[in-house]
């Protein structure tokens, strides 16, 4: 009765947060399933296990997102990252070209964009309604049917971004905190995935694409989209890309906390980007991007609360042994666990929390090395955690005036296939060539 309480508790929060429940009730009622089917105390539950679980995000995210939210702000009213949009555009379009070079590089633009913008410190989340206007011009531009939109958005922010060496994405750092390891581990297996992804990406969406247009699918604008203005006064591309240099070097190459660079970063942006800003209330903005970030941590936290109700039951032990005790390399062990999580809790990094401190003793034991459990966790946590229910899908539904049934598909491809593809890849590498971690 354990394990299918844990189940239905899972299909509980799937489907309210489906139905557009807020995660904070969705994850309470999954809670009460749970505990009813389990026999754990309703009040050890709530007031200790939950908010346990809730402290951990808190406490491990609540500043990054805070102040990755700020310089997301801060690049979105100076300008700075349209112009960065701007110049890769230009510099890579072309519109006399073919159908399937168009596609390839209108994806192409939105992935370096999405990366340098990631790696750049801005939370991923943010990334792609940042670059939302960004991506409607060149898929207009290119003549890409708009319901691939938050699929090649997510394949820029979602996939290898949060998981190569050197991401300062929660993906990367929740490893980085669990593991005591560097940013940078296993780099070879890390860049190697991520190639991977990106192949996969470009090739899969490149035929959907195709066969959309084959069938009479263009792209059409939603009257309440936004349009970015060409003739504005933005800061130059080389100053735009200042600060996400410093943020990475810093984080990279100085090994500082996330939180300190990320705060460096945000005051060196409004020192660069002064000029653009002061016509702006910028007490105003910046209350504005610390307020807006408070939600965004505590759907993650709820998350990880209802989590953390269902791994500290007996029943999830049971599978979980059952899990670790298959005789399998320890690496698929990893991969398969720090997966299922993610799905459970609907997030890479909450997912991380939950997973690595439970198996990372275990798989020591088995031999692995802590470098590789690092890479191979990062690169699983992206495969499962975008499933229908996931928060950081639906909340860009509104953003978009699209139906989940309408973008998911691309979704799908990017997010998952894509991200499964460069994991196992991660895993072959790794276990071939456990040297190269």
């Given at each position: 009765?354990?394990?299918?309480?844990?189940?239905?508790?899972?299909?509980?929060?799937?489907?309210?947060?489906?139905?557009?429940?807020?995660?904070?009730?969705?994850?309470?009622?999954?809670?009460?399933?749970?505990?009813?089917?389990?026999?754990?105390?309703?009040?050890?539950?709530?007031?200790?296990?939950?908010?346990?679980?809730?402290?951990?995000?808190?406490?491990?995210?609540?500043?990054?997102?805070?102040?990755?939210?700020?310089?997301?702000?801060?690049?979105?009213?100076?300008?700075?990252?349209?112009?960065?949009?701007?110049?890769?555009?230009?510099?890579?379009?072309?519109?006399?070209?073919?159908?399937?070079?168009?596609?390839?590089?209108?994806?192409?633009?939105?992935?370096?964009?999405?990366?340098?913008?990631?790696?750049?410190?801005?939370?991923?989340?943010?990334?792609?309604?940042?670059?939302?206007?960004?991506?409607?011009?060149?898929?207009?531009?290119?003549d890409i049917p708009k319901r691939f939109i938050l699929g090649v958005l997510g394949a820029g922010s979602y996939t290898f971004t949060l998981s190569i060496p050197g991401s300062p994405q929660v993906t990367n750092v929740a490893a980085m905190t669990v593991l005591g390891t560097g940013s940078g581990v296993a780099p070879i297996p890390g860049l190697i995935g991520g190639a991977v992804?990106?192949?996969?990406?470009?090739?899969?969406?490149?035929?959907?694409?195709?066969?959309?247009?084959?069938?009479?699918?263009?792209?059409?604008?939603?009257?309440?989209?936004?349009?970015?203005?060409?003739?504005?006064?933005?800061?130059?591309?080389?100053?735009?890309?200042?600060?996400?240099?410093?943020?990475?070097?810093?984080?990279?190459?100085?090994?500082?906390?996330?939180?300190?660079?990320?705060?460096?970063?945000?005051?060196?942006?409004?020192?660069?980007?002064?000029?653009?800003?002061?016509?702006?209330?910028?007490?105003?903005?910046?209350?504005?991007?610390?307020?807006?970030?408070?939600?965004?941590?505590?759907?993650?936290?709820?998350?990880?609360?209802?989590?953390?109700?269902?791994?500290?039951?007996?029943?999830?032990?049971?599978?979980?042994?059952?899990?670790?005790?298959?005789?399998?390399?320890?690496?698929?062990?990893?991969?398969?666990?720090?997966?299922?999580?993610?799905?459970?809790?609907?997030?890479?990094?909450?997912?991380?929390?939950?997973?690595?401190?439970?198996?990372?003793?275990?798989?020591?034991?088995?031999?692995?090395?802590?470098?590789?459990?690092?890479?191979?966790?990062?690169?699983?946590?992206?495969?499962?955690?975008?499933?229908?229910?996931?928060?950081?899908?639906?909340?860009?539904?509104?953003?978009?005036?699209?139906?989940?049934?309408?973008?998911?598909?691309?979704?799908?491809?990017?997010?998952?296939?894509?991200?499964?593809?460069?994991?196992?890849?991660?895993?072959?590498?790794?276990?071939?060539?456990?040297?190269?971690?």
């Amino acid at each position: 009765m354990g394990v299918i309480g844990c189940i239905l508790g899972f299909l509980v929060v799937i489907y309210l947060v489906y139905k557009d429940w807020s995660s904070y009730l969705a994850t309470f009622f999954g809670m009460c399933v749970v505990v009813l089917l389990t026999g754990d105390s309703f009040m050890t539950a709530i007031s200790e296990t939950y908010v346990s679980g809730v402290y951990t995000a808190i406490k491990s995210f609540f500043f990054m997102l805070m102040f990755g939210c700020v310089q997301s702000y801060l690049y979105r009213e100076s300008g700075a990252a349209f112009t960065i949009a701007d110049a890769v555009m230009n510099k890579f379009l072309r519109d006399n070209s073919s159908d399937t070079a168009k596609n390839l590089t209108g994806m192409i633009i939105i992935l370096v964009i999405g990366a340098l913008l990631n790696l750049g410190g801005i939370i991923a989340g943010v990334v792609i309604v940042l670059m939302y206007p960004i991506a409607l011009a060149v898929f207009e531009r290119c003549d890409i049917p708009k319901r691939f939109i938050l699929g090649v958005l997510g394949a820029g922010s979602y996939t290898f971004t949060l998981s190569i060496p050197g991401s300062p994405q929660v993906t990367n750092v929740a490893a980085m905190t669990v593991l005591g390891t560097g940013s940078g581990v296993a780099p070879i297996p890390g860049l190697i995935g991520g190639a991977v992804e990106i192949i996969v990406i470009l090739v899969l969406l490149n035929l959907l694409i195709n066969r959309a247009r084959r069938k009479g699918d263009h792209f059409e604008r939603h009257p309440l989209d936004p349009h970015m203005e060409p003739d504005a006064d933005r800061p130059g591309f080389i100053l735009s890309l200042i600060p996400m240099i410093f943020l990475f070097i810093t984080f990279n190459f100085f090994n500082l906390n996330i939180v300190p660079c990320l705060v460096l970063s945000c005051l060196l942006s409004i020192v660069l980007f002064w000029k653009w800003l002061r016509a702006k209330n910028l007490k105003e903005l910046l209350c504005g991007a610390t307020v807006d970030s408070v939600p965004m941590t505590m759907n993650v936290a709820a998350i990880c609360g209802f989590a953390a109700v269902i791994t500290n039951s007996s029943a999830f032990q049971t599978m979980l042994d059952a899990i670790t005790s298959i005789n399998t390399s320890p690496i698929i062990i990893c991969a398969v666990v720090v997966a299922l999580m993610c799905m459970l809790t609907g997030g890479s990094s909450t997912g991380q929390l939950v997973a690595l401190p439970l198996i990372a003793p275990k798989l020591l034991e088995m031999g692995l090395n802590a470098n590789v459990i690092h890479r191979v966790a990062v690169f699983a946590a992206t495969t499962l955690d975008s499933m229908p229910y996931c928060g950081s899908i639906l909340m860009l539904l509104p953003m978009c005036h699209m139906k989940l049934k309408e973008i998911y598909p691309a979704m799908f491809i990017t997010t998952v296939v894509a991200t499964t593809c460069g994991t196992i890849a991660v895993c072959v590498i790794c276990a071939l060539f456990p040297g190269l971690a």
